[in-house]
């Protein structure tokens, strides 16, 4: 009797996409000695990832010293390394502060990968330590209709499928005027990240608010940053959904014990949907339910 109980978005019968991120832009080695800065280590840390379950690599370039680039040469040198390693699908950033929207874009439009974020409204962005009462960080992250539009239009031109990552309730609400111009198109591509200060708290009640928001034939996944990470991960499992690891959003496999690869994240998530009895989800799978267009 399990199907009785299956609504719109809460399908927990069907097989589970792992999407591993490999690097982000602001952690480093000193954090992490796990972070790839190379093509080649880009390469094998998708690998790694690609054996131990994930159908979905997402990928903020870097310069082989470790800083951010936004250069397309940067991005072709990543994706051609992770084409020769391994089948996974790509995903491109597009999100960055203090550059422009082409140069957001230009890789996209460049090697056009199968999915590229979609950042969904813009919001205060921080960090902040209990311990010292202070902010470690914070800024603001502008994300625009105007620019959240062309962004959009042009991935619909290319045929790479956006993934609208909304850090709070209002970002979903975000993409309902974008589906009404004809610019979003079903199967729609949900991140919800959890735990960002300045976004949505990192609790399976706000979840399970998200997921009611979003339309029908949505296909989401739970991004928890952090401590927070498994907590969320278990949930979205639980209610049917996705989920995102990887050295971006987390670095430890257990309290204190720190992540050798993103393979051992992947290998965490996977064991964890296996254990409530759902399959981890293939690449041809993953590519049919997204009608994914490109590699």
Not at 68 to 84: E, F, G, L, R
Not at 209 to 214: A, N, S
Request: glycine letters at 8%; charged letters at 20%.
């Amino acid at each position: 009797m399990p199907s009785l109980w299956i609504k719109d978005n809460f399908n927990y019968e069907r097989s589970c996409m792992i999407t591993c991120a490999l690097s982000g832009v602001l952690a480093n080695r000193q954090q992490c000695p796990a972070i790839p800065y190379t093509p080649e280590e880009y390469a094998a840390e998708a690998k790694r990832a690609y054996e131990a379950g994930a159908a979905v690599v997402h990928i903020h370039a870097r310069k082989p010293d470790g800083s951010p680039s936004y250069d397309v040469a940067d991005y072709k040198n990543i994706y051609d390394a992770i084409v020769a390693a391994c089948p996974v699908i790509i995903n491109f950033s597009t999100g960055a502060v203090g550059i422009s929207t082409e140069t957001k874009i230009a890789a996209v439009r460049a090697l056009k990968p199968a999915i590229a974020a979609l950042n969904m409204g813009s919001m205060n962005y921080a960090k902040y330590n209990q311990k010292k009462k202070s902010f470690v960080f914070e800024l603001v992250f502008p994300n625009p209709f105007t620019e959240i539009i062309s962004l959009v239009s042009q991935m619909k031109e290319l045929g790479v499928k956006p993934e609208m990552e909304c850090f709070d309730s209002g970002h979903i609400c975000n993409s309902f005027p974008l589906i009404d111009m004809g610019l979003l198109v079903p199967p729609y591509q949900y991140s919800l990240i959890m735990g960002v200060l300045g976004g949505i708290s990192p609790t399976v009640e706000t979840l399970v608010q998200q997921v009611r928001l979003l339309p029908p034939r949505s296909d989401w996944e739970v991004i928890g940053i952090s401590d927070d990470q498994w907590r969320m991960v278990a949930a979205a499992i639980a209610l049917g959904g996705n989920v995102r690891v990887g050295l971006e959003d987390n670095f430890y496999v257990l309290p204190g014990v720190m992540a050798k690869s993103n393979g051992d994240l992947v290998a965490k998530a996977a064991r964890m949907i296996r254990d409530q009895g759902r399959e981890v989800a293939g690449i041809d799978e993953c590519r049919n339910r997204l009608g994914l267009q490109h590699r």
